[in-house]
């Protein structure tokens, strides 16, 4: 029997969480920590709510997995991000020695891939582009409605 838990499975999971930070009037970014087959941890942007310019989603969800975990580690742990880290996020992802990065969509501004690839630490796998079309739109959307002020 083939398992539902699935790469996209867990990018989906992390979309939702995209979803609610455009709902709250955030950057709609979501990320879910895996260890095995099991979400241990959540996060989704709120850097406006919390007035915290390092809420993002990926810093909230290692914090949260790694209070889970009881290890500053993630040696055994996926992280599933809607877009590219950025440079402050993919240092955190460094110290915890993620096992495996995947995200949906680029960011070509502001990712850490823009500054330097080498952020991530050199044993964490790197995936991109799963459901890239979905985090892209829901970002595009996101800034075309706040530059009509809605």
């Not at 499975?9 to 970014?29: D, H, S, T, W």
């Not at 790694?66 to 590219?84: A, F, M, Q």
């Amino acid at each position: 029997m083939k398992s539902f838990l699935t790469d996209e499975y867990f990018m989906n999971e992390a979309l939702k969480l995209a979803r609610m930070a455009y709902e709250e009037g955030e950057i709609p970014v979501g990320a879910v920590v895996v260890a095995g087959d099991r979400i241990i941890a959540r996060g989704y942007n709120q850097t406006e709510k919390l007035n915290d310019p390092t809420a993002h989603a990926e810093m909230l969800a290692v914090t949260a997995a790694t209070n889970y975990l009881g290890t500053k580690y993630l040696t055994e742990c996926s992280l599933y991000v809607t877009l590219e880290p950025c440079a402050m996020c993919a240092g955190a992802l460094y110290w915890a020695q993620l096992q495996r990065l995947v995200f949906a969509a680029p960011d070509e501004k502001r990712g850490y891939q823009h500054y330097n690839s080498g952020l991530i630490h050199p044993k964490t796998k790197v995936e991109s582009g799963l459901l890239k079309e979905e985090a892209e739109d829901l970002i595009k959307s996101f800034f075309i409605k706040m530059r009509k002020g809605l």
